[in-house]
């Protein structure tokens, strides 16, 4: 198409040149091969024009992951001082239907950088939330965009309850809660610390065996210095080891073993633990937990 | 229940799968992995070292054949591109070095049996330098200046171009980073304590400071610790909490994991209590353990054939591999996440097809995991041990030894 277009007139494409015996050669569409060579030889001539948009618009459309095209896309953009709130509007559309690529999200972190207005962004992040709310990508996106325009207050702590309160599972979201919460250097106040363990407590109540909360309070209280023990009634609660039957939490029993093996007086309990965790509540891991309980041993004798 | 006969590895049929991806062209599906052919090339060609027939299923003309082609993808000033598609016929801004290009085009060109003559390894020394940034994380590519434009280094903040960085440093300088004494190294401290404050409040390290833990940027940043001999308080906050995070990967197979999708969600929304609980049954042996275990990359996330080489790898280099479950894994590779036609699928579910990242890592998974019929691979460097003592046979390995 590229061929019979009279705009291209003055291109003579550049076609690739596999050699001899070509390493994972890929059966490419015409369509592609074409576009890729008129490509190259606009992109040898680092040319910036609008006709480069359209080209580097349809190759991101066939191969979203060229990591050169989209740099080259960029230069262009600034070059012609393009409406950058339009390539945001197109890279919208390409982010919803190429989930899992990294290099939109890149390109649009430089859009955004340049353009200096976030109005918009988070709602954006949350339609793509709504077809995964664990997108690696993404997440790392919006702590990018958290930090560059300074908005921790502006509703992030809300959102992260938000998606907790549709998915109590959701791992990203609970490393977002951490990051809001420590990621500006400084700690929260004793009254915010106190939320959070209360806030923890109340997801491990509705389901005690994800593991989500349970590491996030462990991070929470080392970060601020204060004891794993401060979590012991909760322990207890999921996890009575004077009654097995009872115990509804693997993640409570090891945080107790923790517990237990901080105090020379409790370290039998703790041994309890590890054996429950290795025979019956976690026998993935029996090898982990007989181990954690052979250093627990050596521990106690040294 | 009693656990099925214990399963083999078809090692026929992952050799017709690999020579299929070497001698045929691959289906379009793959043109969104155009740019990174040096990758898959990489793979396809260590698969079969791993299988141990690269010597024998591959002519010395096939593999001079893929030499020349690894090198045609090398920049005059240094450094690989990662596919002839990105090669513009002259020198250009836009057909820059590229850091993960690079150390593949290197691990292949040694699997291959090359003795890097050609290789432009001082240029690559001086390149890595200039690819760190302040923080001690590396970009991925670096812009050729241009007549308006000064060099620039590009790329997201990623713990997989730490490791490539690492890596390249280890293979190209040698012994202990004594090769080449007059070109100034990267800054290794800088490296090291980018990685330790990536460590999450779990014990899981991530891509950056204050991203969710990940199983995949957990393996880089181990495996370049490693290359670096920093796997102490320097580059990890704590050991024991990292561990306790790797084995916490690996997770039960439940029946739904091994359905469709759509027919999951469906169980989920109409279906009755009980097909419910049977969905989410965990099939288990006599001693009460999990038959099927494979890993996955985050908390609370599904398993994943990639990952049981993510977690594997990082624990062998930490050497606990002792603690995981072997067999619930290895069932999960060779009883569903295998394919009929050869290779592994990422996923235990019906219909799908095997790729060439995953079916590469299911068999250096169960290489690491001492199955038989495979070759024994260095965790650290992804590569057969036979391969890495090509490389440390290589001159300045030798001359690195000599000056210790
Ligand atoms: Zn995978």
Same mark, same amino acid.
């Given at each position: 198409?590229?061929?019979?277009?009279?705009?291209?007139?003055?291109?003579?494409?550049?076609?690739?040149?596999?050699?001899?015996?070509?390493?994972?050669?890929?059966?490419?569409?015409?369509?592609?091969?074409?576009?890729?060579?008129?490509?190259?030889?606009?992109?040898?001539?680092?040319?910036?024009?609008?006709?480069?948009?359209?080209?580097?618009?349809?190759?991101?459309?066939?191969?979203?992951?060229?990591?050169?095209?989209?740099?080259?896309?960029?230069?262009?953009?600034?070059?012609?001082?393009?409406?950058?709130?339009?390539?945001?509007?197109?890279?919208?559309?390409?982010?919803?239907?190429?989930?899992?690529?990294?290099?939109?999200?890149?390109?649009?972190?430089?859009?955004?950088?340049?353009?200096?207005?976030?109005?918009?962004?988070?709602?954006?992040?949350?339609?793509?939330?709504?077809?995964?709310?664990?997108?690696?990508? #993404?997440?790392?996106?919006?702590?990018?965009? #958290?930090?560059?325009?300074?908005?921790?207050?502006?509703?992030?702590?809300?959102?992260?309850?938000?998606?907790?309160?549709?998915?109590?599972?959701?791992?990203?979201?609970?490393?977002?809660?951490?990051?809001?919460?420590?990621?500006?250097?400084?700690?929260?106040?004793?009254?915010?610390?106190?939320?959070?363990?209360?806030?923890?407590?109340?997801?491990?109540?509705?389901?005690?065996?994800?593991?989500?909360?349970?590491?996030?309070?462990?991070?929470?209280?080392?970060? #601020?210095?204060?004891?794993?023990?401060?979590?012991?009634?909760?322990?207890?609660?999921?996890?009575?080891?004077?009654?097995?039957?009872?115990?509804?939490?693997?993640?409570?029993?090891?945080?107790?073993?923790?517990?237990?093996?901080?105090?020379?007086?409790?370290?039998?309990?703790?041994?309890?633990?590890?054996?429950?965790?290795?025979?019956?509540?976690?026998?993935?891991?029996?090898?982990?937990?007989?181990?954690?309980?052979?250093?627990?041993?050596?521990?106690?004798?040294? | 229940?009693?656990?099925?006969?214990?399963?083999?590895?078809?090692?026929?049929?992952?050799?017709?799968?690999?020579?299929?991806?070497?001698?045929?062209?691959?289906?379009?599906?793959?043109?969104?992995?155009?740019?990174?052919?040096?990758? =898959?090339?990489?793979?396809?060609?260590?698969?079969?070292?791993?299988?141990?027939?690269?010597?024998?299923?591959?002519?010395?003309?096939?593999?001079?054949?893929?030499?020349?082609?690894?090198?045609?993808?090398?920049?005059?000033?240094?450094?690989?591109?990662?596919?002839?598609?990105?090669?513009?016929?002259?020198?250009?801004?836009?057909?820059?070095?590229?850091?993960?290009?690079?150390?593949?085009? *290197?691990?292949?060109?040694?699997?291959?049996?090359?003795?890097?003559?050609?290789?432009?390894?001082?240029?690559?020394?001086?390149?890595?330098?200039?690819?760190?940034?302040?923080?001690?994380?590396?970009?991925?590519?670096?812009?050729?200046?241009?007549?308006?434009?000064?060099?620039? =280094?590009?790329?997201?903040?990623?713990?997989?171009?730490?490791?490539?960085?690492?890596?390249?440093?280890?293979?190209?300088?040698?012994?202990?980073?004594?090769?080449?004494?007059?070109?100034?190294?990267?800054?290794?401290?800088?490296?090291?304590?980018?990685?330790?404050?990536?460590?999450?409040?779990?014990?899981?390290?991530?891509?950056?400071?204050?991203?969710?833990?990940?199983?995949?940027?957990?393996?880089?940043?181990?495996?370049?610790?490693?290359?670096?001999?920093?796997?102490?308080?320097?580059?990890?906050?704590?050991?024991?909490?990292?561990?306790?995070?790797? *084995?916490?990967?690996?997770?039960?197979?439940?029946?739904?994991?091994?359905?469709?999708?759509?027919?999951?969600?469906?169980?989920?929304?109409?279906?009755?209590?009980?097909?419910?609980?049977?969905?989410?049954?965990?099939?288990?042996?006599?001693?009460?353990?999990?038959?099927?275990?494979?890993?996955?990359?985050?908390?609370?996330?599904?398993?994943?054939?990639?990952?049981?080489?993510?977690?594997?790898?990082?624990?062998?280099?930490?050497?606990?591999?002792?603690?995981?479950?072997?067999?619930?894994?290895?069932?999960?590779?060779?009883?569903?996440?295998?394919?009929?036609?050869?290779?592994?699928?990422?996923?235990?579910?019906?219909?799908?097809?095997?790729?060439?990242?995953?079916?590469?890592?299911?068999?250096?998974?169960?290489?690491?995991?001492?199955?038989?019929?495979?070759?024994?691979?260095?965790?650290?460097?992804?590569?057969?041990?036979?391969?890495?003592?090509?490389?440390?046979?290589?001159?300045?390995?030798?001359?690195?030894?000599?000056?210790?």
């Amino acid at each position: 198409m590229y061929q019979e277009d009279s705009e291209w007139d003055d291109i003579i494409p550049l076609p690739q040149d596999d050699g001899e015996l070509p390493l994972s050669q890929i059966a490419y569409t015409e369509e592609y091969a074409e576009a890729m060579a008129y490509l190259r030889a606009i992109m040898a001539k680092d040319e910036c024009s609008e006709r480069a948009l359209k080209i580097t618009k349809h190759i991101t459309e066939m191969n979203p992951a060229h990591y050169t095209v989209w740099l080259y896309r960029a230069k262009v953009v600034f070059a012609l001082n393009a409406d950058i709130r339009s390539e945001i509007k197109f890279l919208n559309d390409k982010a919803l239907r190429h989930e899992k690529n990294y290099q939109i999200w890149h390109h649009r972190q430089m859009m955004m950088d340049k353009l200096g207005d976030p109005t918009g962004e988070t709602e954006f992040i949350s339609q793509m939330f709504e077809k995964d709310s664990k997108n690696y990508h #993404v997440w790392s996106y919006r702590q990018w965009l #958290v930090k560059r325009f300074d908005i921790w207050d502006a509703g992030e702590l809300e959102y992260v309850e938000k998606l907790l309160e549709k998915d109590i599972r959701n791992n990203s979201a609970w490393n977002h809660r951490f990051f809001v919460l420590f990621g500006r250097g400084n700690n929260p106040s004793q009254e915010i610390i106190d939320r959070e363990i209360k806030f923890t407590e109340e997801a491990i109540f509705l389901a005690p065996q994800n593991p989500s909360p349970w590491n996030y309070i462990r991070g929470v209280l080392s970060r #601020v210095n204060m004891p794993l023990s401060t979590f012991e009634a909760v322990c207890k609660h999921y996890a009575p080891t004077g009654n097995p039957s009872r115990i509804t939490s693997s993640h409570a029993l090891d945080m107790l073993a923790d517990i237990q093996a901080s105090r020379p007086d409790t370290r039998e309990e703790a041994e309890v633990a590890l054996q429950l965790l290795a025979e019956k509540f976690d026998p993935i891991r029996t090898n982990y937990w007989n181990h954690r309980k052979v250093l627990l041993q050596k521990a106690g004798t040294a | 229940m009693s656990a099925p006969p214990r399963p083999v590895l078809d090692k026929p049929r992952h050799v017709r799968y690999w020579q299929r991806c070497l001698k045929t062209c691959l289906p379009e599906d793959y043109t969104s992995t155009d740019l990174n052919r040096m990758t =898959l090339g990489c793979f396809s060609v260590a698969a079969l070292d791993l299988l141990g027939e690269l010597p024998f299923l591959t002519s010395p003309e096939d593999r001079h054949g893929w030499i020349e082609w690894v090198y045609r993808n090398q920049l005059p000033t240094g450094g690989f591109r990662g596919s002839p598609a990105a090669d513009l016929g002259s020198a250009s801004r836009w057909d820059p070095p590229n850091v993960s290009a690079t150390f593949f085009a *290197v691990a292949t060109l040694v699997n291959l049996g090359d003795g890097l003559e050609r290789l432009k390894r001082r240029e690559i020394l001086q390149l890595l330098p200039k690819l760190q940034r302040e923080d001690g994380s590396f970009g991925e590519c670096l812009l050729p200046a241009t007549e308006d434009e000064p060099e620039t =280094l590009v790329g997201t903040t990623d713990m997989r171009f730490v490791y490539m960085a690492v890596a390249l440093r280890w293979m190209l300088r040698g012994q202990a980073g004594m090769g080449c004494p007059d070109i100034p190294d990267f800054d290794v401290d800088k490296t090291v304590a980018y990685i330790r404050s990536s460590q999450s409040y779990d014990g899981g390290i991530s891509e950056k400071p204050f991203g969710e833990s990940h199983a995949g940027m957990t393996y880089c940043a181990i495996a370049a610790l490693s290359l670096l001999g920093r796997l102490d308080a320097s580059g990890l906050q704590s050991v024991d909490s990292l561990t306790k995070w790797l *084995v916490h990967r690996q997770v039960p197979f439940e029946e739904k994991d091994g359905m469709d999708e759509d027919d999951w969600q469906e169980i989920l929304e109409t279906g009755t209590e009980e097909e419910k609980e049977a969905a989410m049954r965990v099939e288990r042996g006599a001693d009460g353990r999990p038959i099927w275990g494979g890993f996955h990359g985050r908390c609370n996330k599904k398993a994943d054939t990639c990952y049981s080489f993510w977690v594997g790898a990082s624990l062998e280099i930490l050497k606990k591999l002792y603690l995981i479950d072997v067999n619930a894994n290895r069932r999960f590779l060779l009883e569903k996440t295998k394919h009929v036609i050869g290779g592994f699928m990422k996923l235990p579910q019906p219909g799908g097809f095997p790729d060439i990242l995953h079916s590469f890592l299911g068999l250096a998974a169960l290489g690491l995991m001492r199955e038989e019929g495979i070759n024994r691979l260095d965790a650290a460097l992804c590569m057969s041990m036979q391969a890495k003592e090509r490389l440390m046979a290589l001159d300045w390995w030798a001359e690195g030894r000599s000056q210790i």
